[in-house]
């Protein structure tokens, strides 16, 4: 499982557009003063960058990442006030958590299994340390002008997510409703916000790279239709509107208000 810094790149801007701020500027505070961030699945640091201006400049940053070309581009995101973590993620027990007051991941746990966020849950309240996981896809993805086959590439889509990306059987579009059930059940109080891409003309280049990731994958779910539907949302890049459903979610350690 990896993803290019070009894509990352190009997702960004939606990405901190959709961060709820409200829901960000809770797990700023939930840091605390001196704030010692573990980010799970680094990429190029943007959440790091979504971070700015919300902690303080002092604060230090562990970026776990398996890819250490992104993890280059992450450490210049923190200004040099990070340690780098060339770590693979399924195994939990080698994650940097000792001393962190906040672990964070973003658009990461949908691509994981229920039992890797279970056993993440566990570690994390064994220290009482919150956790931010924004941007988790929530399986809604709606289109305008729409398309009869819309639907039958959605259904797909979301079904070749389900399969394993590393982690086991992945959570896929059930990523956002899953991971607010395990951390509450580990006796964190939970708190969503809706994060949805919200892509137009000025997001055309995304929705053109989006649409052909969607396309082969509902193909390879059996969506004879996907190809074709991907022909004609990718040509209609600059005049529809796209909407992906993502949730954002924070969960406290019991008794943190």
Sequence with gaps: MGFSADWLALREPADHAARDEALLSAAATAAGPAPVIVDL????????????????????WRLVDNDPDLLTHATRAAGGKATTHQIDLRD????????????????????????W???????????GLPFYAALNYDGVMNWTPHDDA?????????????????????????????????FAAAGYRVVEAESPWRLGADHAALQRELV????????????????????????????????IGHRDLLALPGGVT
């Design 41 to 60: 699945g680094c990429g190029t640091g943007s959440t790091v960058r979504a971070f700015g201006g919300h902690v303080a400049q002092t604060a230090s």
């Design 92 to 115: 939990l027990d080698a994650l940097p958590l000792d001393g962190a007051s906040l672990v964070t991941a973003s658009a990461l746990l949908d691509l994981c299994s229920r039992d």
């Design 117 to 127: 966020v279970a056993g993440l849950a566990q570690r994390l309240a064994a220290r």
């Design 150 to 182: 819309d639907d039958a590439v959605t259904l797909a889509f979301n079904r070749h997510q389900r399969g394993d990306k590393g982690f086991g059987p992945a959570l896929g579009p059930d990523a956002a409703s899953a991971i607010a059930d395990v």
């Design 212 to 243: 052909q990731g969607i396309a082969e994958a509902a193909h390879e779910a059996g969506a004879a239709e996907a190809r074709s539907w991907g022909s004609t949302r990718t040509t209609a890049a600059e005049r529809a509107l796209c909407h």
